[in-house]
């Protein structure tokens, strides 16, 4: 079992549920859906600098999850990066994603809890409410 997280520049706010269906076509290998951005770039370089890529560390410390976290190799194209990490990492990977991403300016999709998150620390927007003079 992994623990998963998608990050990707936020041009648009997206609900929950939106996150979700994007999230799944990136899964799909559908990276054409989103734009490229060079945050995307930057954010993925200084998360490599800190734990590698696990198709580029030695045999021997693969299981050295201080190390590499990664479950398996990162899914990643100039738009996004997806990020399996091992369970038991699940913590750390997520508070370290979550400020890279906002030190980066990017969105995070937790498909576990199926919420994003943005750079300014808001989640999915509420659902539009129509101002009270507008229900007569």
Known sequence: ?????????????????????????????????????????????????????????PDDLVDDHDLCPWSCALDRSPG???MPSVWSKADYVSVFVHSLARKHGLAVYDP???????????????????PWWRFW
């Open 80 to 82: 996004h990066v997806i």
């Open 112 to 130: 576990q809890a199926d919420r994003i998150t943005y750079p300014d620390g808001n989640t999915s927007p509420t659902e539009t409410r129509r």
């Open 1 to 57: 079992m992994s623990f998963d997280l998608g990050v990707w520049y936020p041009h648009d706010r997206l609900t929950d549920k939106e996150a979700g269906l994007l999230y799944a076509r990136l899964c799909e290998d559908e990276a054409c859906q989103i734009e490229p951005h060079a945050s995307v770039d930057a954010f993925y370089t200084e998360l490599t600098a800190k734990h590698p890529e696990i198709d580029t560390i």
